[in-house]
């Protein structure tokens, strides 16, 4: 039997704010017309200013958690966000091989805060064995100088992230000086396609997290990828624009519409 509403299998963080990870990625699917299944990569310690620390779940659980849903539910995307440790990465990429549907990869490896939240480990097992089977990444900036280091612009690294086998690359402007915030996507035989957004003020927490998702969303429903990619940055700007305050640092997405 067909659901409802089409499901996002979401593997995240869970940020205690509500402002990034699986928080993030529930409201902006429900707000975007699909239904999160939500599995906890790790519970971390943070407020709106920055991430103190991330403890892992057990890869064995996580496992059983989307075994489980496989059997009941029918998925039609895949979104990571965090992943709590390398350990996690083979059963990911097992189910991902089962599933067969579109991944949406939103690489989390530094908090906008300034926390380091990947090991050299779980970057080499993520560039190794996650990134071939991703059909979105999206990166910012920092992030995908992060996986492609040592190359001189933005250009070369999605150049290089493409040729590990993902096959679409969103690089975020919104952690760069530009006086708009420039996300370029790239895909393979595709010139890069360009779109600027009016730099809002202020930073937020959880930006990236919600445009990830809603990219997963528009792929369950079933969008072509250059209109994910489009209406899901579209949907993150008003976001933003409704960007409330719950504490002394970023605010947080405005994710209901
Ligand atoms: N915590 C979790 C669980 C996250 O998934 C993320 C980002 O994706 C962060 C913290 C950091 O979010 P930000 O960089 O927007 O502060």
């Known amino acids: 039997m067909k659901p409802s509403l089409p499901l996002v299998l979401c593997l995240s ?18 707000a975007n017309g699909g239904h999160a299944l939500s599995i ?9 200013h920055n991430v103190l620390r991330v403890a892992a779940v057990a890869p064995l659980l996580i496992a059983q958690q989307i075994e489980t849903l496989a059997n009941d539910c029918e998925i039609a995307a895949i979104k990571i966000g965090l992943v709590g440790d390398a350990e996690q990465i083979p059963p990911l990429v097992q189910w991902i091989l089962r599933l067969k549907k579109p991944v949406v990869f939103d690489p989390v490896l530094r908090a ?25 990444l999206t990166p ?27 096959q679409n690359i969103l ?3 919104g952690d760069e000086s530009d006086p708009s915030v420039i996300n370029t996507w790239h895909a393979r035989e595709q010139a ?10 202020e930073t ?29 940055q579209r949907y993150t700007q008003d976001s933003l624009d409704r960007a409330f305050r719950i504490g002394q640092g970023r605010r947080i997405p405005g994710r209901h519409t």
């Open 192 to 201: 890069p396609k360009v779109f600027a957004w009016p730099r809002l003020p």
């Open 40 to 48: 906890i990569t790790a519970h971390t310690v943070q407020d709106t």
């Open 13 to 30: 963080g869970h940020d205690p704010t509500g402002g990034a990870g699986i928080h993030a990625d529930i409201e902006a699917i429900a």
């Open 140 to 166: 910012n900036a920092a992030e995908a100088r992060r996986l492609a280091p040592g190359l001189a612009s933005l250009e070369q690294c999605a150049q290089y992230l493409l040729s590990l086998g993902c």
């Open 204 to 232: 937020f927490h959880g930006a990236g997290c919600t445009l990830a998702a809603a990219c997963a969303a528009f792929l369950a429903h079933g969008s072509a990828i250059g209109v994910a990619i489009e209406q899901a």
């Open 112 to 136: 906008g805060g300034g926390s380091n939240l990947a090991s050299a480990a779980l970057i080499a097992a993520v560039t190794e064995h996650l990134l071939p089977h991703v059909t979105l």
């Open 171 to 173: 690089i975020t402007g």
